[in-house]
């Protein structure tokens, strides 16, 4: 925790007077050190879903929301995706500086032989059900890893995080395909570790074994690029689920299975499969000022899935990075006039020009555009957020591995504003 305190708050209740300390961040707003409140002044502060409340610190990764500005520990978003590839970003996030030339072929050489996965653990796929959502068989799998791999679950041993660390990363994609292989009812397609992380990936996910798989480098450039845009996105909701989980010391293949558990939710990193599934349904640009007058109906819950950010309220940068890459992508492909994408400018076009949209500072998220490049590469909607969590999986780690080196790490325990009943007698049922 910094303790640069540089101005302070006072907080009056019943004319009592309390002296908060702040803190003032390398970016963003200051904070408010409200950690004593309640031993010196018996109350608690309020605001579930977090939006005024800055859970930890970090040096990860910053959002300037008003801006639309994404840094990984200081370097924007878009000179990322371009000149960088993901494993280089995965080096940055976890360990906080770009590799020199040997540090990062160190760092890909031990992802790329730790991406096979215990070979009975290959046998938990069979139990699942064909039609089991990947996102499913991921959280069961991930979480399972910790009846595997015993010696790298003791989170005190700082040897035995980094040895979960690489497995975790260089895991996730051989089980993502397993499970979308499984899925279609297609054998098993192994790593292999002459590919690169993206082209290995995609190798997986669509190999038979009747046939040879040359990788196509403009899908693995694009993948790449996917992974890379998703690696990181501060305290977003999986990421403090993970945090969560952990501070009570429980094991990081427990804690990154509820990362994924809670990823998977449609406000989340299920937009992306339910984005696409949104385009689809319109169909045709005619059709858009009937989807955003529901989207503006208070009385009807649909939402436009991809649209809006609890933290951007400008362009989401990598929105515009995908938006860019589809049209890419799609050209590369040739995959001409697509009939998604063509919704989805319209799409946009139409929410950004209405006064609803533009007043609640509603912009593209990154699933906006994500999903018709996934959908051109040839992967089902279901895949969508199996491929989140794959890119995700390093953000998740590195906050973990941030929060449990901290000496003065804390269990996280939110308090409540109760308004249930309070005490009463127990009633014998004859009674009630
Ligand atoms: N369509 C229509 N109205 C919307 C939308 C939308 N997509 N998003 C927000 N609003 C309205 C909302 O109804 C509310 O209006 P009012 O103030 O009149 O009640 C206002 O905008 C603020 O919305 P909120 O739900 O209070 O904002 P939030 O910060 O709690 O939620 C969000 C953020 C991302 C959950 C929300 O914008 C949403 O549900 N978007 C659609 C799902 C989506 O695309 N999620 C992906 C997010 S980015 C990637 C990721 O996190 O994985």
């Not at 940055?92 to 050489?109: I, V």
Request: proline residues 6%; glycine residues 6%.
């Amino acid at each position: 925790m910094s303790d640069q305190k540089t101005k302070s708050a006072t907080l009056t209740i019943d004319g009592e007077s309390y002296d908060l300390p702040m803190y003032s961040p390398s970016a963003g707003p200051d904070v408010v050190d409200v950690r004593k409140l309640y031993a010196q002044a018996k109350v608690f502060t309020y605001d579930p879903g977090f939006t005024s409340t800055a859970a930890c610190d970090s040096t990860i990764t910053f959002i300037d929301g008003g801006k639309g500005e994404l840094l990984h520990r200081g370097y924007p978003i878009d000179q990322l995706a371009e000149k960088s590839h993901y494993l280089e970003v995965c080096y940055l996030l976890l360990y906080g500086e770009l590799p020199g030339a040997k540090q990062l072929e160190d760092f890909e050489s031990l992802v790329t032989y730790h991406t096979m996965l215990h070979e009975q653990m290959m046998m938990f796929f069979r139990g699942f059900r064909r039609d089991a959502h990947p996102m499913a068989i991921m959280t069961g799998v991930v979480g399972a890893m910790s009846a595997f791999y015993h010696d790298s679950t003791d989170v005190d041993d700082p040897h035995e995080r980094e040895v979960a660390t690489i497995r975790l990363i260089a895991k996730m994609p051989t089980i993502a395909a397993l499970a979308y292989k499984f899925s279609i009812g297609q054998p098993f397609v192994y790593p292999r570790n002459d590919l690169d992380y993206a082209s290995n990936f995609l190798r997986m996910c669509f190999a038979v074994p009747a046939e040879d798989y040359e990788v196509n480098p403009i899908l693995s450039r694009a993948m790449d690029r996917i992974f890379t845009l998703h690696a990181d996105h501060e305290q977003n909701a999986s990421t403090s689920t993970v945090r969560l989980a952990s501070s009570s010391g429980a094991n990081p293949f427990a804690c990154i299975a509820a990362g994924i558990a809670c990823l998977w939710g449609p406000a989340h990193g299920g937009a992306n499969q339910a984005c696409l599934e949104m385009l689809r349904e319109i169909g045709t640009a005619d059709r858009i000022p009937e989807y955003i007058a529901r989207a503006k109906d208070k009385s009807d819950p649909f939402r436009l899935m991809g649209f809006g950010h609890r933290v951007y309220k400008n362009f989401d940068p990598r929105a515009k990075v995908l938006k860019e890459s589809a049209d890419e992508v799609l050209e590369l492909l040739g995959i001409e006039n697509n009939p998604t994408l063509q919704v989805a400018k319209e799409l946009e076009k139409a929410a950004l020009a209405d006064e609803y949209f533009a007043s609640k500072k509603l912009f593209p998220n990154v699933d906006f555009y994500s999903g018709i490049i996934l959908e051109a590469m040839g992967f089902p909607t279901s895949m969508f957020t199996p491929i989140f969590a794959v890119s995700r999986t390093v953000g998740w780690i590195s906050q973990w591995k941030e929060m449990i080196s901290d000496p003065a790490m804390k269990i996280g325990r939110p308090r409540q504003l109760y308004t249930g009943e309070t005490m009463r007698d127990y009633v014998d049922i004859e009674k009630r």
